[in-house]
């Protein structure tokens, strides 16, 4: 079901439509929910990595206690967002994170043995707290991403714990406070995550009188899951076994926005290959890789918009796929749809978090992109080198995170999340806009991003080979410029305005209660036809699109005030 206002902002998109769309009162009732859930002496941190659109952040910071941020950007946004609290995890901080968490008195949350006396060292004598996250041998939790009591990149051994004190304690400026043990992501079983804070608190509590720790901070990290195919959801109301008088830290991405997000792509084509239907959209997995990368078919609904072309399937089960040539571009496979014309737009809900922030989108000012890996193979060892196509330097997400893992894609670059201008990197040291800068971009600063780092396409051949693959679109997401209105992306002009792009619908009010949009569309034809009609007139609207009952009306009842909302990268600003 689309809810009218989703479907009242979309109605004043740009055609194509092509957006994501965030109501900022959901997550706000989303955080006052789990707040009143919490044991009251319990904080409640926004993990900024779910998704890093500055409204969102900025309407989380003010729900909940602070934030959780994993790079220099994600820092730097949290404290836009007027953050009160903000922890500091991940498990690659520079040197220049370091002292930029120093600087502003964030918790840090210590990975390894290195980072801690990494952080000895650009401390200086300022005082920081430290939390030592912790990959417990432990019992671990149910849920899709194992983070902890299992081998993964996250925090240290419990082997290496006392290691880690011992160097904390050669500097006096490091203030061990604690634990963080965030063990697992998207987890439904509610008892489970209970059982899992009280086993988390009894080991902290133990580990903190070995090392004559003063416990001040349990960070029992996220993981509250979503069920994004089916209708389970996590009980808040067990919640109440939590223990109390525990310094308890809870940091929730997912469970905070998902709900509140919405991915809409229009459709461009339908297309019948060797039986199956397709639904070619104005969009994919390079703006909403969650299903991509989780393998799943992500449900959605489809939104009656005024035709653009006289052709509609119906009756059928359809696959709604994306522009890019790679057939892994599936959002959803074998989807009934009832009636699905040529431009109605697919409306994917539970897109708020790791959605359009672990994806890997093109600038949206370029029309084609291309990635060129060259793989070089000796007969006596494999090595490999990436020629990065300009744009490749410029994407790029914080993907430290869980949505990250999964089935890997042809095409894949990862991306370091802190930037070029992070403080004391040497600026010959990274790439600038030089030679990729779009005709007329007057800027010389450094690109936010740069400093990102190729994973060479393992799918490539044996032998030296040359990939290009290409045609993903530019302008991926509409940007909402004025209330009730919305452009196209322009192409940006300067550094600054490309980390803007691509540009989001934000809601943040609610619409007047007077459009009707139906989830799908009526009538069931028996079989799936492919019908062209003679071209609309009189505007583009025929009865086909309006007299449907109760087709699409929101056009009566805009959104009012629609703010613009710009994108930003969680890229260190320049
Ligand atoms: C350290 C840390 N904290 C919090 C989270 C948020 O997790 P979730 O979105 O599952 O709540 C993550 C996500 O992977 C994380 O790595």
Same mark, same amino acid.
């Given at each position: 079901m689309i809810?009218? /206002?989703v479907a009242?902002?979309?109605?004043?998109?740009?055609r194509?439509v092509c957006? $994501?769309v965030?109501?900022?009162t959901?997550?706000r009732?989303?955080?006052?929910a789990?707040?009143?859930?919490?044991?009251?002496?319990a904080?409640l941190?926004y993990a900024?990595?779910?998704?890093?659109?500055p409204?969102?952040?900025a309407?989380?910071?003010?729900?909940?206690?602070?934030?959780?941020?994993?790079?220099g950007?994600?820092l730097?946004?949290?404290?836009e967002?007027?953050?009160?609290?903000?922890? @500091?995890?991940?498990?690659?901080?520079t040197r220049?994170?370091?002292a930029a968490?120093?600087?502003v008195?964030?918790t840090?949350?210590?990975?390894s043995?290195?980072e801690? /006396?990494?952080?000895?060292?650009?401390?200086?004598?300022?005082?920081?707290?430290?939390?030592?996250?912790?990959?417990?041998?432990g019992?671990?939790?149910p849920?899709?991403h194992?983070?902890?009591?299992?081998a &993964?990149? @996250?925090?240290l051994?419990?082997a290496?714990?006392?290691t880690?004190?011992?160097?904390?304690?050669t500097?006096?400026?490091l203030?061990?406070?604690?634990?963080?043990?965030?063990?697992v992501?998207?987890?439904?079983?509610?008892?489970? *995550?209970v059982?899992y804070?009280h086993?988390?608190?009894?080991?902290s509590?133990?580990a903190a009188?070995r090392y004559?720790?003063?416990?001040?901070?349990v960070n029992?990290g996220?993981?509250?899951g979503?069920?994004y #195919?089916?209708?389970?959801?996590?009980d808040?109301?067990?919640?109440?076994?939590?223990?109390?008088?525990?310094?308890?830290?809870f940091?929730?991405?997912? $469970?905070?926005?998902a709900?509140?997000?919405?991915y809409?792509?229009?459709?461009l084509?339908l297309?019948?290959? *060797?039986?199956r239907w @397709?639904?070619?959209?104005?969009?994919?997995?390079?703006?909403f890789?969650?299903p991509?990368?989780?393998?799943?078919s992500?449900p @959605?609904?489809?939104?009656?918009?005024?035709?653009?072309e006289?052709?509609?399937?119906s009756?059928?089960?359809?696959?709604?796929?994306g522009?890019?040539? #790679?057939?892994?571009d599936?959002?959803a496979?074998g *989807?009934?749809?009832?009636?699905?014309?040529?431009?109605?737009v697919?409306?994917?809900?539970?897109?708020?978090? $790791?959605?359009?922030?672990i994806s890997?989108h093109?600038?949206p000012e370029?029309s084609t992109?291309s990635?060129v890996?060259?793989?070089v193979y000796s007969?006596?060892?494999t090595r490999?080198?990436?020629r990065?196509?300009?744009?490749q330097?410029?994407s790029g997400?914080?993907?430290?995170?869980?949505?990250?893992?999964g089935?890997?894609e042809?095409?894949?670059h990862?991306?370091?999340s802190?930037?070029?201008?992070?403080?004391?990197?040497p600026?010959s040291?990274?790439?600038?806009?030089?030679?990729s800068?779009?005709?007329g971009?007057?800027s010389?600063r450094?690109?936010p991003?740069?400093?990102?780092s190729? #994973?060479?396409?393992?799918?490539?051949?044996?032998a030296?080979?040359?990939?290009?693959?290409?045609?993903?679109?530019?302008?991926?997401v509409?940007?909402? &410029?004025s209330?009730?209105s919305?452009?196209?992306t322009?192409? $940006?002009?300067?550094?600054?305005?490309?980390?803007?792009?691509?540009?989001?619908?934000r809601?943040?009010?609610?619409?007047?209660?007077?459009s009707?949009v139906?989830?799908?569309?009526?009538?069931?034809?028996?079989?799936a036809?492919?019908? &062209?009609?003679?071209?609309?007139?009189g505007g583009?609207c #025929?009865?086909?699109?309006?007299?449907?009952?109760?087709?699409?009306s929101?056009?009566s009842?805009?959104?009012?005030?629609?703010?613009?909302?710009?994108?930003i990268?969680a890229?260190w600003?320049?």
């Open positions: 809810p009218e /206002r009242a902002a979309l109605a004043g998109a740009a194509p957006a $994501y965030y109501d900022t959901v997550l009732a989303r955080a006052a789990v707040r009143a859930a919490l044991p009251p002496d904080a941190l900024v990595k779910a998704n890093g659109h409204a969102v952040v309407a989380l910071a003010a729900a909940t206690d602070g934030l959780e941020v994993a790079s950007g994600e730097a946004l949290a404290r967002a007027g953050a009160r609290r903000i922890a @500091f995890s991940g498990p690659a901080k220049a994170e370091l968490a120093v600087a008195g964030v840090v949350n210590a990975e043995v290195l801690v /006396r990494r952080l000895a060292a650009v401390a200086a004598g300022r005082p920081v707290r430290v939390a030592l996250r912790v990959n417990r041998a019992p671990g939790l849920g899709s194992q983070m902890a009591g299992t &993964t990149p @996250f925090g051994d419990e290496e714990l006392a880690a004190v011992a160097v904390a304690r500097a006096p400026e203030d061990l406070v604690g634990f963080h043990l965030h063990a992501s998207n987890n439904l079983d509610a008892a489970a *995550h059982a804070v086993e988390a608190v009894a080991w509590r133990a009188d004559r720790i003063e416990l001040r901070e029992v996220g993981g509250f979503v069920d #195919t089916g209708g389970r959801a996590f808040l109301t067990a919640l109440a076994g939590l223990p109390t008088g525990v310094p308890l830290v940091e929730l991405g997912r $469970y905070l926005a709900d509140a997000g919405w809409a792509a229009e459709v084509d297309k019948r290959t *060797h039986g @397709f639904a070619v959209l104005r969009g994919g997995i390079h703006h890789r969650l991509a990368a989780w393998g799943y992500h @959605f609904d489809v939104l009656p918009m005024p035709p653009t006289d052709v509609e399937i009756g059928v089960e359809v696959d709604a796929v522009e890019l040539c #790679t057939p892994r599936v959002l496979r *989807h009934r749809v009832d009636r699905l014309p040529v431009g109605d697919l409306v994917f809900g539970k897109a708020g978090a $790791y959605g359009w922030d890997h093109p600038p370029w992109w990635v890996w060259l793989i007969a006596r060892s490999s080198s990436s990065r196509t300009s744009w330097s410029r997400r914080t993907s430290t995170c869980a949505d990250n893992a089935r890997v042809e095409i894949s990862t991306c370091r802190c930037t070029s201008a992070t403080p004391s990197i600026a040291r990274v790439p600038t806009w030089a030679g800068t779009p005709a971009a007057p010389s450094m690109r991003d740069a400093r990102s190729p #994973t060479p396409a393992w799918t490539m051949s044996t030296t080979s040359s990939v290009a693959i290409a045609s993903a679109r530019a302008k991926p509409s940007r909402m &410029t209330p009730a919305a452009v196209a322009s192409a $940006y002009r300067s550094v600054s305005r490309c980390r803007n792009a691509p540009s989001m619908l809601l943040v009010r609610s619409a007047r209660a007077t009707q139906p989830a799908r569309l009526t009538g069931i034809p028996t079989s036809v492919t019908r &062209t009609k003679r071209p609309s007139t583009g #025929t009865s086909r699109w309006i007299a449907s009952p109760p087709s699409h929101a056009s009842s805009r959104v009012s005030p629609l703010a613009c909302a710009e994108r990268s890229r600003s320049p």
